[in-house]
């Protein structure tokens, strides 16, 4: 099957400081992925979508400068979280899709804890 | 508005027992319906997931779930429950299978011996 990986898996920075996120479809090409936000004992969260090529599409609330999206290739996409507080601490995960046919599951991510001290 | 549920938060079953987790969708079109499992501190895996036709859909680890669009349920079902099954689970809808989805707020099987 399609494997989605992320890196880092985990990430503990101070407040203030940027971090950037990796999503990369390993064995398929992904001409549309998506950031998630995963609070504790909550449900994930659509922060944005993005299209190679493309400037990212980022949900109602999302700070579009906050949390920086770029989808420079085929299998690759990056969240960077600038100026990190701690309330950005959460579980971020991406998922990947092939747009070949409207029947093409989306693959997701094992996804990265952000902790922001 | 677009939007799942699943009404029971916490759910414990004895090993071996059956298993039934709710699932109520509100969704303006045909809905791209699906069942996700995620470990602690871990990704998602699809368990299994409804197009169109059969509306009782067989998925891995045993797992099958029954479209009732009569009743906009998607409820997931396992005829006998194994100690590695404790997990969360989402219920989630789309417009279609590549695209954003909408996940509900998720049940967390525990599983007693």
């Known amino acids: 099957g399609a494997v989605v990986s992320q890196h880092p898996s985990r990430v503990i920075c101070k407040s203030g400081t940027s971090v950037k996120i990796e999503c990369r479809s390993l064995d398929f090409q992904a001409t549309t992925m998506f950031w998630y936000r995963q609070f504790p004992k909550q449900s994930l969260m659509l922060m944005a979508t993005?299209?190679?090529?493309?400037?990212?599409?980022?949900e109602q609330g999302v700070e579009k400068d906050k949390f920086l999206i770029n989808h420079a290739s085929l299998t690759l996409s990056t969240l960077t979280v600038t100026s990190a507080h701690p309330e950005d601490s959460s579980f971020y995960i991406c998922s990947a899709s092939h747009g070949l046919a409207d029947t093409d599951t989306q693959y997701f991510g094992p996804g990265t804890r952000l902790t922001v001290l | 508005a677009q939007s799942v549920t699943q009404p029971d938060i916490h759910i414990t079953v004895s090993e071996g027992a059956s298993l039934e987790l709710r699932c109520n969708y509100s969704y303006g079109a045909t809905p791209y319906l699906f069942w996700y499992v995620q470990s602690p501190g871990q990704g998602l895996q699809l368990l299994l997931k409804?197009?169109?036709?059969?509306?009782l859909v067989q998925g891995i680890k045993g797992f099958e779930a029954e479209f009732k669009r009569s009743q906009s349920s998607f409820n997931l079902r396992k005829p006998s429950v194994h100690w590695s099954d404790a997990a969360e689970y989402f219920c989630?809808?789309?417009?279609?299978?590549?695209?954003?989805?909408?996940f509900g707020k998720g049940t967390t099987l525990s599983v007693s011996s």
């Open positions: 993005s299209n190679e090529g493309s400037k990212a599409t980022y």
């Open positions: 989630a809808v789309g417009a279609q299978a590549g695209t954003a989805l909408i």
């Open positions: 409804y197009f169109s036709g059969d509306t």
